[in-house]
Nanobody, 123 residues
C-alpha cells in the first residue's frame, strides 16, 4: 500500500499555470505507475495522465496533451503535474493514484488514492 498526498492546487485565470505535487510514502513507492485523475462537479472522475515507474514513459488524455506535463523524482518519492494554458474546463478536484499496472487509464486499476486538491480556472 502507498500513501499519497497532493498539494499545489488553487485558483488561476484561464491561460495561467499551476503545478501540482504528489508525495508518496512507502519504501516501494518507486515501483508504482503514478497517475493523475480529475473530477469536475457533476461529472465522473476521468483520467488525466500516467507515468511509469522509471519516469521514461508517459501517457496523456487527449484533452490535456501538449498543455500538461507529468514527471517524477523517485529519490524524493514525488510526482509532479505541470499544467499550462489552463482552461475553465480544467476546473476539477485532482487526484494522485498509484498502480502496479503499466500506464493504465482505467480507474479500477488504481487502489491507492490521495485526498485530492482543488484546481479552479476562471475565464
Amino acid at each position: 500500500q502507498v500513501q499519497l498526498a497532493e498539494s499545489g492546487g488553487g485558483s488561476v485565470q484561464a491561460g495561467g499555470s499551476l503545478r501540482l505535487s504528489c508525495a508518496a510514502s512507502g519504501r516501494t513507492s518507486s515501483r508504482y505507475n503514478m497517475a493523475w485523475f480529475r473530477q469536475a462537479p457533476g461529472k465522473e472522475r476521468e483520467f488525466v495522465t500516467v507515468i511509469d515507474e522509471s519516469g521514461a514513459n508517459v501517457r496523456y488524455a487527449a484533452s490535456v496533451k501538449g498543455r500538461f506535463t507529468v514527471s517524477r523524482d523517485n529519490s524524493k518519492n514525488t510526482v509532479t503535474l505541470q499544467m499550462n494554458s489552463l482552461k475553465s474546463e480544467d476546473t476539477a478536484v485532482y487526484y494522485c493514484a498509484a498502480s502496479l499496472n503499466y500506464l493504465s487509464d482505467y480507474e479500477g486499476s488504481y487502489y491507492d488514492w490521495g485526498q485530492g486538491t482543488q484546481v479552479t480556472v476562471s475565464s
